[in-house]
């Protein structure tokens, strides 16, 4: 026998945040899919990615 | 050492125990309203209900059994699956408290598909109930 360990009132909202990467990992996700040009030349002049950019290029990894 | 008056029901469990003076028509009242039967128990001392009963002869007391499960984890990543193993068929399995089935065999698995706390409760009659809480991370933890 099997049981699904799930709370009664688990929506589907619950759910998916048990499963999403923590924020910082999603930001970061984000910006290299930027940096890998998935959303255009121009989103790499957004303030989102040059300001995490910025901070990239000052502490690079070692 | 003292006679324990003790009336069962028909599953041998023990409904109530008492030192005090028990006559024959408490016995015969005890049989006709509530079909509990009567066993006269030589003990000096008191017994617990809920973790003893009656043998199938009618003549002695038996203690509960314990279960004595083994998870192969209890604190888990999501999509984990747990292995409980040494366990056997007929016993009732409650998540959170709420019945989630009665084993038909004796495999039983956990699957980690929510994170948080989770109560596992194993029952089974004339056992003692057994209780196990498992942690399951949300992804990053």
């Known amino acids: ?62 | 050492m003292a006679t324990l008056h003790i009336f069962y029901d028909s599953n041998k469990d023990i409904a109530w125990t008492s030192f005090g003076a028990c006559s024959a028509e408490l016995i015969a009242e005890q049989k006709s309203s509530n079909n509990l039967d009567y066993l006269a128990y030589e003990t000096d001392q008191l017994l617990e209900i809920s973790h003893n009963y009656v043998n199938g002869a009618g003549n002695g007391i038996v203690a509960y059994s314990t279960f004595s499960p083994t998870y192969s984890a209890t604190s888990v990543d999501l999509d984990t699956v747990i292995n409980i193993t040494g366990l056997s068929s007929g016993t009732e399995v409650f998540l959170d408290g709420v019945s989630a089935g009665t084993m038909s065999d004796s495999t039983l698995t956990l699957t980690a598909v929510q994170a948080g706390e989770f109560s596992i409760e194993l029952k089974k009659s004339h056992f003692v109930t057994h209780n196990t809480t498992i942690t399951v991370k949300r992804r990053g933890e």
Request: hydrophobic residues 30%.
């Open chain 1, 1 to 62: 026998m099997n049981i699904n360990l799930v709370k009664t009132n688990a929506t589907y909202a619950t759910k998916r945040a048990d499963y999403y990467p923590p924020g910082n990992e999603q930001l970061d996700l984000l910006y290299h899919a930027i940096d890998a040009g998935e959303f255009g030349n121009d989103a790499k002049t957004s303030s989102f990615y040059t300001e995490l950019k910025a901070v990239k290029d000052k502490y690079p990894k070692s």
